[in-house]
């Protein structure tokens, strides 16, 4: 009996050597250890075995079904192991193959970089509000102390639909009806659509985008809005960047200064991007002019202001190096493309 | 303004480098828009005397003249031309000298004889006969006027000299002037500012008795002030003066006119002379013009006038438009012998409207329209006599012609220091206040803290607090404002709700593939034609512009299908294959035409797109993202726009309100675009969707049981619509339908003709059980039985 079961231990172990399916394995594993393998007719016949010997043969059948069947778990572990590897060999992909997309879209590279400003603002405390892009004359003009003799009409072609409505040419327009509507303090941000009769070239075009600014409180003085400009200048052009005041002149704001910031591509040395200045003009900014804030009804005793009107245009073109305005208005899917993210 | 430094440097003394000007003037506020160095188009080149002329030895074309440049030694120089002679000044370019023109002459031999340099021509000078008399003849340009030898030729041609162009901001019209900006220029120096005193005496007479002058209309000209000058020697004027006239971009012309162009550019004062003997009846009378009253200017061209215009008459016509163009019978000719000066303040918006209907603008219209200074009229006579004085043009008339309605006094402005540091956020000192508008000729004095400035006359524009700060902190430097975080209460920023709304649609169709563009709100006024839009639609009923660019640009649209053809347009022309776009914008609907008030500026959306990948329900798929946004379900209908496909089109229809129309666009409209491929565009109304209820979304419950998924395949008529099939599925498919999704429509072999088939998947599933197959049975035979009622039977 004894002899049997080394010799089943013997040709199992052999066998198992040479096994290279998984198949053959299950088959073998049956063969020997199922409910008629080998080794249970051993464990059958052991009815045969005189009484004294049962316990000890019984013992022996045991051990070699327990060392079996490790073994057999352990040709079964490595056959899995080599499975999966010839598998992994096989299903091995180029990384360097491009991903699979889904194509999505974008905003309109104008909208993207307006959308930023808004953020800024917004974080600031700056409501969003939007004006009428058709005004009439007092809203445009007479209100924003530009009376109809004034020379600074003159900067301005001014698209006429009646003598009393036109296409506002400044966001500034906002600014009145802001302030008809709500009381000190105020602290909003009015991007929109305006309009000048400037014939198309690289850099006019006789619809732009503008976004005005407007604060209104007691006490707030110019350095608040330069301020508030620095801070977004910092978050558009980095916070390296520095801002300048330079006197000017806007009917409506008093005193008037244009505002240039650090040069971002040579960071103020000088470029050609700046044209050697170091500094590259933003916008255009003041106090809110006291005639102003009283055709308002708003004390200018009692309450001073700052505005500011960003050219969103210039601000796109110049942050995305875009060349030539007209690309905006083309809408060359190979140049919006290069906006989408 | 273009400023002559030479000129500017006879007022104000400028010890700084040309850099650093500028620099101060545009931090004071004056942009400097160019810089012209005159000296640098030439150098090298002098003024000499051909003291000697010879024979080439071994050329007969040529001659060897031996120049005189003032050095002691004689020059030798070969030339070609043959106008040359002894004793001619000639201008000389020496070894290494450049000419405008580009040439850059070296010494060199020419047949075996050394030659010094090269006598130029005017051509070579590029010189006009205006610049120079002499310079457009054959040959060497001969020097018509006696020079030191080795006079430099840009001192000659008035090339010494650097033209700055300052930018001046429409508050400082007395800086249209070199003696304004002489001003400014001695502030941000600190130097002394010297404006010249006028002086010259009189050969007695009197003014009255060669004219009279009249104002009919003082409301437009308050101030008018005049003087006769007689015994007029009209001639050239010399040549310093027309080297600062060419400097500032004016022609010289004679001495008189030469003379009202240069006090006008010095003073910012325009004048006018006009030749007395053409004034008739010795009379000179302010007045409107009378309608349809006719007036031949200086240039030669006839105007039709109106009583709105002002103009300067005598006692029988106009002969000069006030302030803009005199007239061409009463200007200064070769012979003219006796003058009046005319030096009057003009009201600008007159001048500015009269110059605008007629067209004209000159120097003088420019500078009223800005608004002159009431006060200067009578220092700009005192200048121009003085200069005909200095000049010995002629006898100055005794008397002065002054009509006013009374002078204004001198402003007194009281403001406190602290009122203006309040503005600007800063502690300046009080006296660096008064200090600083002291330089600015506004007389101020400080006490305690309140400034008292009087404002001088020619500054206007100062009006109170902001004015008088702008003025302290232009001159004390911006760079003193410091920025400082923006105080006051708490304030939450928010968008719009419009703009909340349009951002969500954006960002849906963005996911969707979609790129956004953005095209000009005006439209040709043939658009709606192009669209085959009828008269009568109510989107003809558009806005025009009164003075458009040009017919492309001309009406406010009240649509976006047309700007997106024109994009789609543009892309597929260019080869792109396929696109996607849409368009958030304005449209402008009017409540009568023309306007009366302010139309509804109505937020609207465009959908465009083309491509293999794009049909009729790719289009419908996005529409149905966009109202899914607001959760709008909408009832699709056929609809009847002339630019679309009479087959492939419908409305979604909300409580009966059209919130889109889509569709492939008609061939025939595509045409008319160059377009050659098939085109899907909607237009959709964001106004309707903004006004959306907003629904908060509620969970249900997720199934715990499974479904029991029924295919039915069915056959029916080809034009019934499957929404038909829908809502019997609705209305009877009970209370554990939980979904119909339509899988296939198929028409052709194995269908009858005139049939279709059309191929569902209904879901059912029960919240509280597992289905019975008996259960879903009995609602399938009841369906079965509805749609044989509509002609849908079960394919077989």
């Not at chain 2, 031996?66 to 030694?73: F, H, S, V």
């Not at chain 2, 929404?723 to 009877?732: D, L, P, Q």
Request: glycine share 8%.
């Amino acid at each position: 009996m004894k002899e049997k079961l080394e010799q089943l231990r013997a040709e199992v172990l052999e066998r198992l050597e040479g096994i290279k399916d998984k198949k053959e394995l299950d088959e073998l594993k049956i063969k020997i250890m199922g409910k008629k393998g080998q080794l249970t007719e051993i464990l059958r016949g052991m009815g045969s075995l005189p009484a004294e010997e049962r316990p000890k043969v019984g013992q022996l059948v045991n051990q070699l079904r327990q060392e079996l069947e490790e073994r057999f778990e352990k040709a079964e572990a490595v056959m899995e192991e080599n499975l999966k590897k010839a598998r992994f060999a096989l299903e091995t992909v180029d990384v360097t193959m491009p991903g699979k997309k889904k194509r999505v879209g974008g905003l309109h590279p104008l909208n993207s970089v307006l959308e930023s400003i808004i953020d800024i603002f917004v974080s600031m405390g700056f409501d969003v509000v939007d004006g009428p892009e058709v005004e009439t004359d007092y809203y445009n003009f007479e209100a924003l102390n530009v009376p109809s003799d004034h020379p600074a009409r003159d900067t301005q072609d001014t698209f006429y639909l009646t003598e009393k409505f036109l296409l506002r040419t400044q966001t500034s327009a906002a600014q009145i009806r802001t302030m008809e509507k709500r009381k000190p303090p105020i602290r909003i941000i009015s991007p929109g659509r305006v309009y000048r009769a400037d014939e198309v070239d690289a850099t006019h075009s006789p619809v732009f985008h503008q976004v005005e600014g407007l604060v209104v409180d007691k006490g707030i003085t110019m350095c608040d809005l330069k301020g508030v400009l620095e801070q977004f200048a910092h978050e558009i052009y980095g916070p390296e960047t520095k801002v300048r005041f330079r006197p000017s002149f806007f009917p409506f704001t008093e005193p008037s200064v244009e505002v240039d910031v650090t040069c971002g591509e040579c960071g103020g040395k000088g470029c050609r991007v700046c044209k050697g200045a170091g500094w590259i003009e933003i916008l255009g900014a003041g106090m809110v002019h006291p005639n102003v804030l009283s055709v308002c009804g708003i004390d200018p005793e009692i309450y001073t202001g700052f505005a500011f009107g960003i050219g969103l245009d210039r601000l796109t073109t110049t942050r995305h190096k875009i060349s030539d305005i007209r690309l905006l208005f083309e809408n060359d899917l190979r140049f919006l493309e290069q906006f989408s993210r | 303004m273009k400023v002559s430094l030479n000129w500017l440097r006879r007022y104000v003394d400028i010890k700084v480098p040309l850099e650093e000007l500028c620099e101060k003037m545009v931090q004071a506020g004056f942009e400097v828009e160019s810089i012209e160095d005159l000296s640098k188009t030439m150098d090298n080149v002098v003024v000499g005397r051909i003291e000697k002329l010879e024979k080439h030895p071994n050329a007969d074309r040529l001659q060897i003249c031996q120049l005189n440049i003032g050095t002691g030694e004689l020059l030798r120089i070969v030339t070609g031309a043959t106008n040359v002679f002894e004793g001619a000044l000639v201008p000389v370019a020496l070894h290494d000298s450049h000419l405008p023109n580009g040439m850059h002459i070296k010494k060199g031999k020419l047949r075996g004889v050394e030659s010094n340099g090269m006598l130029c021509s005017g051509q070579e000078l590029c010189l006009k006969e205006s610049d120079y008399k002499g310079a457009e003849v054959n040959g060497i340009m001969i020097l018509n006027e006696e020079y030191p030898l080795g006079t430099d030729m840009r001192e000659v041609l008035g090339l010494d000299d650097i033209v700055i162009d300052f930018s001046v901001t429409a508050n400082r019209p007395d800086c249209q002037s070199i003696l304004g900006i002489a001003r400014e220029v001695s502030v941000v120096l600190k130097e002394e500012f010297k404006k010249p005193v006028p002086s010259y005496k009189t050969k007695g007479g009197d003014v009255n008795d060669f004219i009279s002058v009249t104002v009919e209309d003082y409301d437009l000209c308050p101030r008018y002030v005049g003087r006769v000058v007689t015994n007029v020697k009209i001639g050239p004027s010399p040549a310093w003066m027309q080297k600062f006239l060419k400097s500032c971009g004016m022609r010289p012309i004679n001495n008189i006119v030469d003379i009202t162009n240069f006090v006008m550019l010095e003073t910012g004062q325009p004048m006018h002379a006009f030749d007395l003997r053409d004034v008739r009846g010795g009379k000179i009378i302010v007045r409107r013009a009378k309608d349809g009253e006719k007036m031949t200017t200086l240039d030669g061209k006839e105007h039709t006038l109106n009583s709105e215009m002002l103009v300067i008459a005598d006692a029988e016509q106009p002969s000069c438009l006030a302030g803009i163009m005199g007239g061409l019978d009463s200007e200064i000719k070769d012979d003219t012998t006796a003058i009046f000066f005319e030096s009057a303040k003009f009201r600008r918006d007159s001048v500015r409207r009269t110059a605008r209907t007629l067209g004209i603008r000159t120097e003088s219209s420019a500078r009223f329209e800005k608004g002159t200074d009431i006060m200067n009229a009578e220092y700009a006579m005192e200048r121009a006599l003085s200069l005909i004085y200095e000049l010995g043009a002629g006898d100055i008339v005794e008397g002065v012609i002054d009509r006013n309605m009374g002078l204004p006094k001198d402003r007194v402005l009281e403001v406190t220091v602290s009122s203006v540091n309040g503005l600007l956020g800063l502690e300046i000192p009080g006296d660096t206040m008064v200090e600083i508008l002291n330089r600015l000729s506004i007389k101020t004095t400080l006490a305690g803290d309140k400034l008292t400035c009087v404002i001088p006359s020619f500054r206007d524009d100062i009006e109170g607090r902001a004015d008088i700060a702008e003025e302290v902190m232009r001159i004390y430097g911006y760079q003193h404002i410091v920025g400082t975080p923006i105080k006051g209460e708490i304030v939450r920023g928010r968008k719009s709700h419009e703009r909340l709304c349009s951002d969500r649609i954006k960002n849906r169709l963005i996911a969707q593939g979609l790129n956004e563009i953005v095209t000009y709100s005006f439209i040709p006024e043939k658009a709606l034609d192009m669209l085959g839009i009828g008269e009568d639609d109510s989107r003809c009923r558009a806005i025009k512009i009164l003075n458009p660019l040009g017919e492309e640009y001309s009406v406010m649209r009240t649509q976006l299908v047309y700007s997106m053809l024109n994009v789609l347009a543009i892309n597929y022309s260019r080869k792109i294959p396929a696109v996607r776009f849409f368009e958030m914008s304005k449209v402008f609907i009017p409540d009568s035409l023309p306007i009366t008030s302010q139309p509804e500026e109505r937020p609207a959306l465009s959908i465009g797109l083309y491509g293999e990948q794009e049909d009729f329900f790719t289009l419908k798929g996005l529409v149905e993202e966009v109202l899914a946004e607001f959760g709008i379900e909408a009832e699709y209908r056929r609809s009847s726009e002339p630019y679309f496909h009479p087959g492939r089109q419908a409305a979604a229809v909300v409580d009966g309100i059209e919130v889109a129309v889509f569709g492939e666009v008609h061939p025939d409209t595509a045409a008319r675009f160059d377009l050659s491929c098939r085109v899907y565009v909607a237009e959709i109304r964001a106004d309707i969707l903004m006004s959306a209820k907003e629904s908060i979304v509620y969970y249900k419950p997720l199934p715990r049981f499974p479904a029991i998924d029924r295919d039915l395949a069915l056959i029916c008529d080809k034009e019934l619509p499957v929404a038909e099939i829908e809502k019997v599925f609705k209305a009877y498919g009970g209370k554990f339908l939980e979904s119909v999704q339509l899988f296939d429509v198929y028409e052709g072999a194995q269908i009858e003709k005139g049939k279709k088939s059309v191929a569902y998947r209904l879901v059912f599933r029960s919240a509280e059980s597992t289905l019975k197959d008996e259960e879903v049975d009995g609602v399938i035979t009841k369906l079965i039985e509805k749609l044989n009622e509509k002609g849908c039977y079960l394919r077989s």
